[in-house]
Nanobody
Framework: QVQLVESGGGLVQAGGSLTLSCAASGRTFSSYTMGWFRQASGKERDFVAAISWRYTAVYADSVKGRFTISRDNAKNTVYLQMNSLKPEDTAVYYC???????????????????WGQGTQVTVSS
């Protein structure tokens, strides 16, 4: 059974930092690109960042230079370090498995097949 469990969300002031974690199980973690997405209230789910099985990272323009994605294959965990947070970063953050192994990063939600339950990030101004 494939499972993804996010943690690390919370309330932070603008300019602050948070690190999200996503623990994965049920698949050979090291073979998959892993993605982070976010969904603000009343909006669609958007791409934030992803890291390929080769450790290539891709970021949305809105977070480039502020967020860093990383992975630890020994712990089956992907991380999202978020710095210089802004109120517009407020959303539920989800991690996801690419639906295929050994692919380059994809940014569409349709390319990911398993999702965590999400963790809320709220940035106050």
């Amino acid at each position: 059974q494939v499972q993804l469990v996010e943690s690390g969300g919370g309330l932070v002031q603008a300019g602050g930092s948070l690190t999200l974690s996503c623990a994965a199980s049920g698949r050979t973690f090291s073979s998959y690109t892993m993605g982070w997405f976010r969904q603000a209230s009343g909006k669609e789910r958007d791409f934030v960042a992803a890291i390929s099985w080769r450790y290539t990272a891709v970021y949305a323009d809105s977070v480039k230079g502020r967020f860093t994605i990383s992975r630890d294959n020994a712990k089956n965990t992907v991380y999202l370090q978020m710095n210089s947070l802004k109120p517009e970063d407020t959303a539920v953050y989800y991690c996801a498995f690419d639906r295929m192994t050994y692919r380059a990063v994809r940014t569409s939600t349709h390319e990911y097949d398993y999702w965590g339950q999400g963790t809320q990030v709220t940035v106050s101004s």
